[in-house]
DNA sequence: AATAAGTTTAACCAAAAGGTTAAAAGAAAT
DNA sequence: ATTTCTTTTAACCTTTTGGTTAAACTTATT
């Protein structure tokens, strides 16, 4: 473990994994301070209050991982392409933190105070332009390479399809899966064709190989 | 509003308002209390305690919707008839109380000692057979309806196209909607038959119209 | 070396929150 | 009518939790 962290820098990892894990009201500070080796009075000399840690986390955790998102929209490839590439690489970002999803939708659900202004933020800073992926399945549907569709219902399922196994993951192992035979890591590999194959012959046209 | 419903009832509706809005950490006795205009005391001479009411109200959540889930398998109904009749019922399922998704699968994630419990003992009832959605896509596989897949990731795509627009409604909207001109409702009646589209022709063999 | 500035801690504090109690109020049984 | 049992409350208690403070310790500055 990097041992030239500095304990500012210490204190929000440490803070960020609690949050993550069990929230904003079930995150302690004392806790936090434990799991960092700290004292407790370390939180509030850098951060203040709880709140401010709190927000500056969500704040973090929101812009990076929206922004991550939008990125897959820009490359410049065919519409078949950029499915693939899409439910690809989403769910390795999913993979990659695959409690992220749950705490951010958790929050965004929950919608106090911090997380309106942060959202609100971001809307108005405009740096996450809606009018690509738009474009992009705009222009599919205008070159006939997908059936007509409003593109935010496309988006839904793509996203939806991508995000369900790591948000129910608890509760669909529960019932679907057989522990002694599962392989988390090969489910997610055949996840992401599984996607593809159905989401791609889903919205091209009928008949189309 | 009803004036029959005895204290007990009316505290069970109230608490189950809050944890389903705030979580198990986020609702307060107190304001349980408040908001059903009764003394604080009378929760605990009901409940006990916090935590015991909170099992009483996720494990009646849980078994009712698991259970409502599952019948919508039962049906003897032919493959594409299925996949419409899941995706439209399912939708109105979770349009009729849109929060209680996010509520039960934030609280499957934090998973507590009080959610395996309950978890386990709804696992160890055997009453939601996996078996019967399994036969489902295994015999539409067998009959040539269905391409070859997975029957887990085939149900990952169906419920996860379901549940995002109720789970990300927040973030969604904000990104994607300009509220203006938002059918909330609309949007969801035209959710089904997108769903329904993509997901229909994304298995079934591809030159079939 | 002395001093000043920043960092870290132990000990406290105050407010919030869950939980208890004893008594009052109401309903049922005699 | 009186007693008994259940329901409901106001007041109180205890623990948890976010937050503060004053002093100790480090690190830079002179």
Redesign the pocket.
Known sequence: MGKNIS??ELILQTAMQQFIEKGRHG????EIADKA??????L??YY????KLYAKIFEFLIWNNVSEVFKLFEEDISFTEFIRKFIYSYTDLLNKNPKIPMFLLRELSEGGNTVKAVLKNLVDSKKFSVEKPLTIINTAMQKGEMVQMDPKQFIATLVGSCLFFFIAEPIFATLFIDESSFNRDAFIEKRKEAIYQTILYGVIPRGEA
Chains 1, 2 share one sequence.
């Open positions: 304990k500012e995150a302690k500070m004392q080796g700290i004292n407790k009075a370390l509030h000399y203040r209050s709880k709140e």
